[in-house]
């Protein structure tokens, strides 16, 4: 690829990345997810570009064809070709026609082919999740290896941590990037609720139950100072679930190893649920989850798509 060109991809990279940080205050998550469909947008147009002329294209008609409604569409049909999940291909046109406008507005491109894209219907299924039988066993496996029958008397720190995490995901149905995100001062323990920011810097508070409780003053109390004293570059700060270097613990590679490996543990069949990514849509749908936070049940869903959670069973919801 040509200097030029190069430099100025990234330089509309950058200038993008800073509009949907600052201007459109969107996550972290948000922002690396759109950049990515950006990107790969960028190598579709430039190879597309190069195939028909046989040569490396220039600026100018990079943006010419980024402008074009019927080049936009190809790279969409590519998508659909490779059988790309609808609600992925939703999320693509909707990233693609944030920039588009973004691009308009600031003088990258005159006609914005965004507005002629029509997102697919997407397929309002639920998720896969874990039956409160599945989370009980998934759950009692953290908590031994928390107390490692091996060493009585003793605990497991990483053990406690884990054990915390699941709970706490299971209670609350909060996003794992939410949870990983908690810092001390979100806790309330007298009145068991979290404080979480969620998306578009929105606050909730959300409450969580007895079991939670318990795993939690665990942890906090026996398990993170042992990890806080790690000896490591990174400081824990007032993060509450740290890693092994004494960091907060990463999303999603951290949280999502920790249920994983847990998941193995209890003997979940894999193809059951991730629990990490859904444990959100476990605590909607199970019965533990409704009885842990019966009257906040919009603080622990504000976080999750409404429209998922209509088939739930009418039986626990009347219960409440």
């Known amino acids: 690829m040509a200097e030029s060109l190069q430099l100025w991809r990234e330089s509309l990279l950058e200038d993008y990345r800073v509009y949907l940080s ?6 972290d998550n948000t922002v690396r997810a759109y950049l990515t469909d950006l990107n790969e947008l960028l190598d579709f147009l430039f190879i597309s570009l190069a195939t028909a002329s046989g040569r490396e294209p220039s600026v100018s008609q990079l943006v010419e064809w980024l402008s074009a409604p019927t080049q936009i ?46 997102a697919p219907r997407p397929e309002n299924k639920l998720p896969t999740v874990l039956n409160p039988a599945q989370a009980a066993v998934l759950l009692d496996t953290a908590r031994q290896h928390a107390f490692p029958e091996s060493t009585p008397g003793l605990v497991d720190p990483e053990g406690l941590r884990d054990w915390a995490l699941l709970e706490m995901l299971y209670a609350t149905g909060l996003r794992v990037s939410e949870l990983t995100g908690l810092r001390r001062a979100d806790i309330d323990s ?33 398990g993170r100072p042992a990890l806080v004293a790690t000896p490591g570059p990174q400081s824990g700060g007032d993060w509450v679930f740290l890693g092994v270097k004494g960091g907060p613990l990463g999303y999603p590679r951290g949280a999502l190893y920790v249920a994983s490996a847990h998941r193995a543990g209890s003997g979940t069949r894999p193809g059951a649920a991730r629990p990490a990514a859904h444990g959100g849509h476990s605590f909607a749908g199970g019965r533990r989850g409704f009885a842990q936070c019966p009257r906040d049940l919009g603080a622990c ?18 219960g409440l």
């Open 22 to 27: 600052r201007n459109r205050e969107l996550s």
């Open 73 to 118: 569409r190809t790279w969409l049909s590519e998508m659909s070709r490779q059988r790309v999940a609808r609600a992925t291909l939703a999320r693509r046109i909707a990233s693609f026609r944030t920039f588009s406008a973004w691009a308009q507005t600031h003088g990258v491109i005159e006609v914005n082919p965004g507005v002629k894209l029509h």
């Open 190 to 222: 007298a009145e068991h609720t979290v404080r979480v920011i969620g998306k578009g810097d929105k606050e909730r508070v959300v409450p969580y139950g007895i079991p939670a409780q318990l795993a939690l003053e665990q942890y906090l109390e026996r």
């Open 301 to 318: 869903l504000a976080g999750h798509h409404p429209a998922l959670y209509a088939p739930v069973d009418g039986a626990a919801a009347t």
